[in-house]
């Protein structure tokens, strides 16, 4: 049974500058972590020049493709018709990604195969979490 998906999709990357440009970014959803989405970006689209990636709740993305969602560091919005807006705030600025709409509909359904929305919590490992926790600082 498949329990790790990755999908590769092209973002526009709206720069302050007023040109576009499109990066390669890959979306990932590990049944390990059912509450979360990841989204990479490679070296060539950050400020340091190294692989960056931002890890959300699912849940964040699957409201923000219909109607603006999240108040926080990640914020997820229609865009237009055909298009999503995911916006990432940091202390060195604001990145801005639009996304195809019905690229990111499609990792969710594929991710809702391995977890069914709403039963996220059937694949907590809960002792293996406090065991973790309890162990302290290595």
Known sequence: MITVIEQAVQAR???????????PVTLCYDRA???????AFPALATLEGVEVSW????????????????????????YDGD???????????VAI????????????????????????HLYLDLDHGLAELMRGPH
């Open 55 to 78: 890890t959300f709740a699912r849940e964040l993305l699957m409201s923000g493709v219909r109607n603006p969602a999240g108040c926080g560091d990640v914020r997820v919005r229609p």
């Open 13 to 23: 990357l709206v720069a302050t500058a007023p040109k576009v440009e499109t990066v």
């Open 97 to 120: 990604v639009l996304m195809t709409t019905a690229e990111l509909q499609r990792f969710l359904e594929r991710a809702a195969e391995i977890v069914i929305p709403g039963t996220e």
């Open 33 to 39: 972590d059912p509450f979360a989405v990841r989204m």
């Open 83 to 93: 298009r999503t807006s995911i916006e990432f705030h940091a202390p060195e600025g």
